[in-house]
């Protein structure tokens, strides 16, 4: 499948640097097509590994429902975003990848990707780590988004700034 190259190519990250924004980053907004085709974006906290996404999720909901009709997603997070008022501009980086989606259903996966999960966001607690999963791990879903393309872009600022250095 092709994808659109970015237009201001100057300003494109390498990959190296895409992931790093997506291995570093808490969270971004995951767009999937929704109810009436409609798109729906929703916020969520994820990990990066090996050029997939991980992300847990309820059982069911309007997320739930969009993937199952159609696995085509996109990924987008924010690294930076600095206005700066009297340049009419903002210094930003940031990463959109694009993929397809689906409900992992080995349970060795959603394990693996439970616990990258957990260890991302509360670092150093194994032994609560374990104690969530052994409550939570069966009443949740763990959602694998496989990257087929990504890009990433920065202000031109920043590019240029990094070059001076």
Request: hydrophobic letters at 40%; aromatic letters at 10%; charged letters at 30%.
């Amino acid at each position: 499948m092709e994808f659109r190259k970015m237009r201001r190519f100057r300003q494109e990250l390498s990959k190296t640097e895409c992931e790093t924004i997506l291995t570093n980053a808490t969270s971004g907004t995951l767009a999937l097509l929704g109810d009436n085709g409609y798109p729906y974006a929703v916020p969520l906290s994820h990990v990066y590994v090996n050029g997939r996404l991980y992300f847990h999720s309820a059982v069911t909901g309007h997320k739930i429902d969009a993937i199952m009709k159609c696995d085509k997603a996109s990924f987008c997070v924010i690294a930076a975003d600095d206005v700066q008022p009297s340049k009419f501009t903002t210094y930003f980086k940031s990463v959109i990848a694009f993929g397809r989606i689906r409900i992992a259903d080995v349970e060795e996966e959603r394990l693996y990707a439970a616990t990258l999960l957990g260890e991302k966001f509360n670092p150093g607690d194994r032994e609560g780590l374990q104690k969530e999963l052994d409550r939570f791990l069966s009443h949740m879903l763990v959602l694998r988004m496989d990257i087929e393309y990504m890009s990433g872009k920065e202000a031109i600022e920043l590019k240029n700034k990094r070059r001076d250095l």
